[in-house]
């Protein structure tokens, strides 16, 4: 069991605290009807697009991330946080944050909440810029949500900007 086990933060300082080696990271954008996945290397330097796991009830998605993390050897998981443009949160956020502590129990990992205000939006210019067709890019874009999530909370984890 990870020191950190039960953790979910919105703090990257806190989250940082529980991880000081570092350790493999499992990113996470929750949809309604997906989970994008990504995963980054153990030095917090860049993070990649993974799967896309069609949503069910928890019980089977926390089997399927279960296996994902013990397979990457995973210490923590970062998920992201639909706050609204104005920062405020209404009722995903709190669903993503139900989803969180629940996830983080049952996997025994901590949790980053982190802001994905424009990960979707980045992770569809990006891939437009790699000239993906509009099917690729709809079958992807949870993935790629999930790398830019990751990314963007792995580059502050890495160089310390709390």
């Known amino acids: 069991m990870d020191g950190g086990a039960g953790l979910v933060t919105d703090n990257a300082l806190t ?49 399927i991330l279960r296996a994902l993390a013990t397979e990457r050897s995973i210490r923590g998981l970062v998920i992201g946080l639909p706050r609204n443009m104005d920062g405020t949160e209404g009722p995903r956020a709190q669903a993503s944050r139900a989803y969180a502590r629940n996830l983080s129990a049952a996997l025994e990992l901590p949790v980053l909440l982190w802001d994905e205000r424009w990960s979707t939006s980045s992770a569809e210019a990006a891939m437009i810029g790699q000239d993906m067709s509009r099917s690729k890019r709809a079958a992807r874009i949870d993935s790629h949500a999930a790398a830019v999530i990751l990314q963007g909370a792995i580059d502050t984890l890495a160089g310390g900007g709390f």
């Open 15 to 63: 989250y940082g605290d529980v991880l000081p080696e570092g350790g493999a990271l499992l990113g996470l954008d929750l949809g309604t009807k997906t989970i994008g996945v990504a995963t980054c290397d153990a030095g917090w330097r860049y993070a990649t697009a993974g799967k896309t796991i069609a949503r069910g009830k928890f019980t089977k998605d926390c089997c």
